[in-house]
Nanobody
Framework: HVQLVESGGASVQAGGSLRLSCTSD????????MAWFRQVPGKEREGVAA????????YYGDSVRGRFTIAQDNAKTTAYLQMTSLKPEDTAMYYC???????????????????WGQGTQVTVS
């Protein structure tokens, strides 16, 4: 079982920046792909970014590409989502997810991920 804990959500003004963190208690095969999703009440969960822990692979959703960056620490236990040029439409609950490396090849399809954090709220006004 993989446990994920997100942090860093806050209220910010449009144009600002924010960094989210996701810490995993596991470095097993089952968590080698880590990703960020977001969801607004009443809408489907949207894929934001994914990173493969043991290589250079990253992938971004169209709405954030060029503004958000996913990265990890040297110990590979924490994944970060650096968000810049924030817009009001970025307002959402942001969730960290993890699964095997296969998940990273699935273009941010949320059903592929079996492990999820509790979410952290980002509000842009």
């Amino acid at each position: 079982h993989v446990q994920l804990v997100e942090s860093g959500g806050a209220s910010v003004q449009a144009g600002g920046s924010l960094r989210l963190s996701c810490t995993s208690d596991s470095l097993t095969y089952s968590s080698n792909c880590m990703a960020w999703f977001r969801q607004v009440p009443g809408k489907e969960r949207e894929g934001v970014a994914a990173i493969y822990r043991h290589g250079d692979f990253t992938y971004y959703g169209d709405s954030v590409r060029g503004r958000f960056t996913i990265a990890q620490d040297n110990a590979k236990t924490t994944a970060y989502l650096q968000m810049t040029s924030l817009k009001p439409e970025d307002t959402a609950m942001y969730y960290c997810a993890a699964d095997s490396p296969i998940a990273c090849s699935q273009n941010l399809q949320s059903p592929v991920y079996n492990y999820w954090g509790q979410g952290t709220q980002v509000t842009v006004s």
